[in-house]
């Protein structure tokens, strides 16, 4: 079974720095999608960005960027001129590319406070 | 175009209760996934449907059931309450199933269901 692990419970950073939040994660799969989502206190789970295993190019959106490496089976998240805004928990995700397995496999999250 | 739709947005129930949450998709979308998300942990996989049938079953037991209507919408049932089924149960979109990034899930606000 696949397993995703976000080592971070809580990180912080100042207003404009730069962050990065860790993700490793554990499966026998060669072709499958990983997930950065954003859940503020207003509970509602928001896509930060996708990433397709079988690229090769680290996936960007705007200020969000990540380091993947299949290899080490790492999923990190840079978090560049952090706003206030961008403080909230986020997931890290998995989801196999084949088969009849549609759902999402979650990380225990990273808390991320944003210090003006 | 509105996004995802849950409701309702809190319930309270007692233990031994029924409770019936409900969900609208985003325009279009055909798939509807369930997710339980208790305090402090990642959201964990209950159900997805497409098409009006299942195509996934997490690891819950059978008092958990779910359907989804020719409009697309869906009903997650939970039968005899426990105190550990208190959550925020979050419903998520997308537009197709199996597929590549077209299965990418949108979430919805969720329900916050307090068992007493």
């Known amino acids: 079974a696949q397993t995703v692990t976000q080592s971070q419970p809580e990180m912080s950073v100042q207003e404009a720095e730069t962050v990065t939040l860790s993700c490793t994660y554990d499966t026998s799969e060669s072709d499958y999608y990983l997930f950065w989502y954003k859940q503020p206190p207003s509970r509602q789970m928001i896509l930060v960005i996708r990433?397709?295993?079988?690229?090769?190019q680290n996936a960007t959106e705007n200020r969000f960027s990540v380091n993947f490496q299949k290899a080490a089976k790492s999923f990190s998240l840079k978090i560049s001129d952090s706003q206030l805004g961008d403080a909230a928990m986020y997931f890290c995700?998995?989801?196999?590319?084949?088969?009849?397995?549609?759902?999402?496999?979650f990380g225990k999250g990273t808390k991320l406070s944003v210090k003006p | 175009d509105a996004g995802v739709t849950q409701s309702p947005t809190h319930l309270i129930k007692t233990r031994g209760q029924q409770v019936t949450l409900r969900c609208s998709p985003i325009s279009g979308h055909k798939s509807v996934s369930w997710y339980q998300q208790v305090l402090g942990q990642g959201p964990q996989f209950i159900f997805q449907?497409?098409?009006?049938?299942?195509?996934g079953r997490g690891n819950f037991p059978d008092r958990f059931s779910a359907r989804q209507f020719p409009n697309y919408s869906s009903e997650l049932n939970v039968n005899a309450l426990l105190l550990g089924d208190s959550a925020l149960y979050l419903c998520a979109s997308s537009l197709t199933f199996g597929s590549a990034t077209t299965d990418t899930q949108y979430f919805g606000p969720g329900t916050r269901l307090t068992v007493l």
């Open positions: 990433q397709e295993a079988y690229k090769q």
């Open positions: 449907y497409y098409e009006k049938e299942e195509r």
């Open positions: 995700a998995y989801r196999s590319a084949g088969g009849s397995q549609g759902n999402l496999i």
